[in-house]
């Protein structure tokens, strides 16, 4: 019996799929990639993971994992293997309000998680730019973070306990130091199945400063005045205020949860958190849609940010943290190397939050390779989650 | 705007009715973006409710619901039709109302609709 066969006999019949439409679509996620799957499998609970993810360790077939398909760098984009989709698995185990914490099934989408937490005074405060549609193991797996992460940092800071099916099938409790192997380990050494997270409070109140800026040093000033105060930092230069309908300008707007900042009416709030948010939308429908996420010390942006403008790229990022997004037109993809090859120079990071993916595994280190490789050996020792593109 | 401007986001799924009861991409307003661009035409764009929650939420302002309804025509004129539909006009036609013959007092059984 082959692998389809046996899979069959484990989940219901709707939650496979060989559909050549469902073959079409199931080879993206948000990147520029596509890839190819011969089929995708709706996992209801983690005894089917197991027995699935057993099997393939048996007849060698490779497994793509996929949460929202929100990914930036193609993690979740298959190479000749089997989809396993985790959507379906979207259950909220359990929301403690004494210790403040909730268990969840890898499916659930963050969003929906806030809006059930919201009812009891609760939040899981990270919040990338695809909150609405990415899940909880996405976000665990790519070790994401939002607009906030001077104040709440990544996701790692915010996980007590993981649930992991591994590549030869065994389920795993990962606690502690461990946590931290999962945590950022894009679908390479195990199905994330199920996670206890921190929560804190709800935010109470918000307050927001805008400074039009007339060069980094201004800027720098600023971060300097606000990053122990600000939750969120964010930067936007001159070409993506235009396409913003602002005046063109670099401005940095900064978000505070006490009454730090200027502004404090809700309206006004409001209309400049919509401009914020949109960001990324005015970008890509002025067909800027390929997003990078190089991060460097915050002392090195204004040489990152001079070489950015030479480039003549769209940008704006989480300056408290020395992140910046820069953008990319499809056709101009090819220049995204020069950016990663500066940033390295710069001593920082290609990727801040996005992850590496398929797209950057070339600027990994010999040390990263190295501490990857080890960790695929010990938890998918026959590559059931895909080959290293490097090995 | 144009179907090319999609970057795949996926934000288009996020009210989608059908997406949120099937969780399938394929049904979701992103995977038929998929299949327009890659001019697969399938009777998949019947499965929506042309209901534009999707382009509330899409930063590229694609005009979903208008994309699938020119797809549904291209696969009428190729007579690609669900049977629903077909039984629909033909009860319009026969009846003056979709659900076919419908006795004094009765609630009709099946519903025919797009
Ligand atoms: C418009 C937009 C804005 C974004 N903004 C941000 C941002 O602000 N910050 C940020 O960090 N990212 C951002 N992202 C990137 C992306 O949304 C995040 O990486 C997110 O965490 C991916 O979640 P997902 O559920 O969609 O995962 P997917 O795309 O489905 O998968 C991502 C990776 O995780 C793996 N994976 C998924 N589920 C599991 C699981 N259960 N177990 C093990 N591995 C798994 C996949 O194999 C893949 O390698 C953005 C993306 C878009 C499209
Ligand atoms: S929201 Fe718009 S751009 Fe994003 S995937 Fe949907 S159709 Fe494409
Ligand atoms: S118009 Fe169709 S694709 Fe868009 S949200 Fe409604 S049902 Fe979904």
Redesign the pocket.
């Known amino acids: 019996m082959g692998f389809l066969e046996e899979v069959k006999k484990i989940v219901e019949n709707e939650n496979v799929s060989e559909s050549d439409l469902d073959k079409v679509v199931y080879a993206f996620?948000?990147s520029y990639l596509e890839g190819k799957t011969n089929f995708i499998i709706w996992p209801r609970n983690v005894d089917e993971i197991k027995k699935i993810i057993k099997i393939a360790n048996r007849e060698r077939v490779k497994i793509?994992?996929?949460?929202?398909?929100?990914?930036?760098?193609?993690?979740?984009v298959p190479e000749n293997s089997v989809v396993l989709d985790?959507s379906k698995m979207n259950k909220i185990l359990e929301i403690n309000t004494d210790e403040n914490y909730v268990i969840v099934e890898?499916?659930v989408i963050l969003d929906d998680l806030n809006n059930e937490l919201e009812n009891k005074g609760l939040l899981f405060p990270i919040?990338?730019?695809?909150h609405a549609?990415?899940?909880?193991?996405?976000?665990?797996?790519?070790?994401?973070?939002?607009?906030n992460a001077i104040k709440y940092g990544?996701?790692e800071n915010w996980l007590i306990e993981l649930e992991?099916v591994t590549g030869n099938g065994d389920l795993k409790i990962v606690k502690g130091d461990e946590i931290k192997v999962?945590c950022g380990?894009?679908?390479?050494y195990?199905?994330?199945?199920k996670a206890k997270l921190r929560l804190t409070k709800s935010i109470k109140k918000t307050t927001i400063s805008k400074l039009a800026l007339n060069n980094y040093e201004e800027l720098m000033k600023a971060i300097k005045e606000f990053k122990d105060k600000a939750v969120a930092l964010e930067f936007i230069d001159e070409m993506t205020s235009s396409f913003l309908g602002m005046q063109p300008a670099m401005y940095l707007i900064a978000e505070f949860e006490d009454d730090s900042g200027d502004i404090k009416e809700k309206e006004e709030i409001e209309k400049i958190m919509r401009i914020r948010d949109g960001i990324?939308a005015a970008l890509v429908s002025n067909n800027y849609s390929i997003?990078t996420?190089p991060q460097v010390h915050v002392d090195k942006l204004p040489i990152l940010l001079k070489e950015i403008k030479k480039m003549g790229k769209p940008h704006f990022g989480h300056v408290g943290i020395g992140l910046i997004h820069v953008h990319f037109k499809p056709e101009e993809v090819g220049e995204t190397d020069r950016l990663y090859e500066l940033v390295l120079k710069l001593g920082g990071k290609i990727s801040g939050?996005?992850?590496i993916?398929k797209l950057k595994q070339k600027f990994l280190s010999e040390n990263e390779k190295e501490r990857i490789m080890s960790f695929k050996k010990r938890y998918d020792p026959n590559n059931v989650?895909g080959e290293l593109e490097w090995v | 705007m144009g179907i090319e401007k999609c970057?795949?986001?996926?934000?288009c799924k996020v009210n989608c009715p059908i997406f949120r009861v099937m969780l399938s991409e394929t049904l979701s307003p992103r995977g038929k973006m998929i299949l327009l661009k890659k001019e697969i035409m399938d009777e998949v764009f019947y499965i929506c409710a042309l209901c534009k929650s999707c382009e509330e939420n899409c930063?590229a302002e694609i005009k979903i619901s208008e994309e699938i309804k020119k797809i549904r025509e291209k696969l009428i004129k190729n007579k690609k039709e669900t049977e629903a539909n077909k039984k629909m006009i033909e009860n319009i036609r026969k009846f003056g109302n979709p659900f076919g013959k419908i006795e004094e007092g009765k609630i009709p059984r099946e519903l025919y609709c797009c």
Do not use: M, Q, W
């Open positions: 996620d948000s793509t994992l996929r949460g929202g398909g929100t990914g930036l760098v193609g993690g979740a985790l890898a499916g919040r990338p730019g695809s549609v990415c899940t909880i193991g996405g976000i665990i797996a790519t070790n994401a973070a939002g607009i990544k996701v992991v999962f380990s894009e679908g390479l195990g199905v994330i199945t990324y997003i996420d939050e996005h992850g993916g989650f | 970057s795949r986001c996926g934000f930063p």
